[in-house]
């Protein structure tokens, strides 16, 4: 092992948050500084209400935001480090529209909306300005449950082009095409066990798609097929002995080299570590540990490098991992953050 490997990451991050509109302590999209594995408060980037979600455009200096209670997304332009400014116009989203995802060209943006089940395309021009917004088709509920509401609450870009969207409401994960100027169109859909509410997701190094359940606090694994349709290959309780009464589960990542997972469990409040199994086909609930806050809505995990936004008590806390299993070995540092929601690296 060498002394890079040990090393943790300086980099500087982006914050989302709950601001006063969404009953929160934030004021807007906030910036961090990360030192060695450190991170310290660098000042707020720019005033906005909620924006509980923020990605990044892959190639250029901007940021998109979800303003979830103002149902809307913003482009902003790094104008200077730590810094942001508002890039075009203010576009309408939907009801508490609380995810963004960018294209990995940088040809549009989904936003997926939980007040209303939309999920909404943005196409965008060559400065990564908004240009123009197509409303996706309205999902149907596979388990004609009666008065169940649509939630669309998270976007992923296959590494086909493809775009996976999760409906926790419908329990329900869309697979979609991008053509441009029309928008998402329906590809296929996978259904998931009715009251499982797949909420996040991830790729997997070995092509596979890894979803949360919020509710069930599972963790699912999806394969392709030779047609190119994804179908549920396994699942497994996110947790040690499963969920307790109270617990939900919010975001799910894995390492570079998909060796194990992380999922961030609210009620408890929780980091559990899974152990990956047979190429990322099998997942196994290891270990779990202190989230060092109340209510992780998100984390980041970078090499050896824990950070979890604890939207509950207003912090961020910093773990150092263990090289081969994953497990947070050791809180290195706990930050005051306003109703922090989202982590973004720079």
Known sequence: MT?????????????????????GEGHGIGSMHVDAGIPRWAGLAAEAKSPSFIAKHPSLPVVYAVGEFTQTVQAF???EPGRLAPLG?????GAAACHVAVDPAGRFIVVACWGDGKVILYELDGEGGIVDRFVAPPATDPHSASGRPSRAHCSLMLDD??????DLGYDLLRV???????????????????GSEPRHLVRHPSGRILVIGEISVEAFVLSRGADGRYAIESSTPATQ??????????????????????????GRN???TLAVHDDGARLEPVHEVSCGGDTPRHHLQLGRLLLVANQGSSNVTAFRLDAHSGVPEELIATVPVGTPTCLLPV
């Open 161 to 166: 082009g493809r775009v996976a969207s999760t």
């Open 176 to 194: 979609w095409r991008y053509e441009p100027g029309t928008g998402l169109v329906p590809d296929h859909e996978v259904v998931f066990p009715m």
């Open 3 to 23: 002394d890079a490997t040990l090393a943790l990451p300086t980099f500087d991050l982006w914050t989302g948050s709950y601001t006063a509109d969404g009953n």
């Open 241 to 266: 002995g499963g969920a307790q009464k109270g617990d939900t589960a919010s975001e799910i990542t894995t390492d570079a080299a998909g060796r194990y997972v992380l999922v961030s469990v609210r």
């Open 89 to 93: 116009p203010t576009w309408e989203a």
């Open 270 to 272: 929780l980091i559990s």
């Open 77 to 79: 332009a790094v104008t």
